[in-house]
């Protein structure tokens, strides 16, 4: 199964969740008795929680790969340059020094989305998923506030 199919059964699963715990919630508030309707205000609570986190992380990879595209088609996505071991695994000195190098380029162009972008991929080549993933939200934001170009 690709990660991909498996985020939409996910998110199927989340949403049928959502929805049966909506309903319970009815349920309960419709019992009339103080506790059944707490308990059953917070059952729609939950659902919207998840409805919102499922939202941020669609949105996030939509434009994470709207990213990809943009800097594929310009020639900049970086190029996998690590070396693994025989089992495939990523070699953890090669990973540093491709992550070095993509943090200097960072510090030296802190406004460009593209060496943020490439950042996040050395996060996510050296196991760190939560930098990876701020740095990836730091070069859509970059991304977001630059100034469209003309194609005239």
């Known amino acids: 199964m690709t990660s991909r199919t498996g985020f939409f059964v996910l998110s199927g699963v989340l949403l049928l969740v959502a929805l049966l715990c909506v309903g319970e919630g009815v349920q309960l508030i419709a019992t009339g008795k103080p506790l059944g309707i707490g308990i059953g205000l917070c059952a729609f609570v939950i659902p919207v929680i998840g409805v919102w986190f499922l939202r941020q992380t669609v949105r996030f990879g939509r434009d994470s790969e709207r990213l990809a595209r943009e800097l594929e088609a310009e020639g900049g996505l970086p190029v996998d340059e690590l070396k693994r071991t025989t089992g495939g695994r990523i070699d953890r000195a090669s990973a540093d020094g491709v992550f070095a190098r993509r943090r200097a380029e960072a510090e030296e162009a802190p406004g460009d989305w593209r060496v943020w972008f490439r950042l996040a991929v050395a996060y996510a080549d050296a196991g760190d998923t939560p930098r990876a993933r701020k740095t990836m ?16």
Do not use: F, Y
């Open 137 to 152: 939200q730091h070069a859509i934001k970059l991304h977001s506030t630059e100034p469209a170009r003309s194609n005239a």
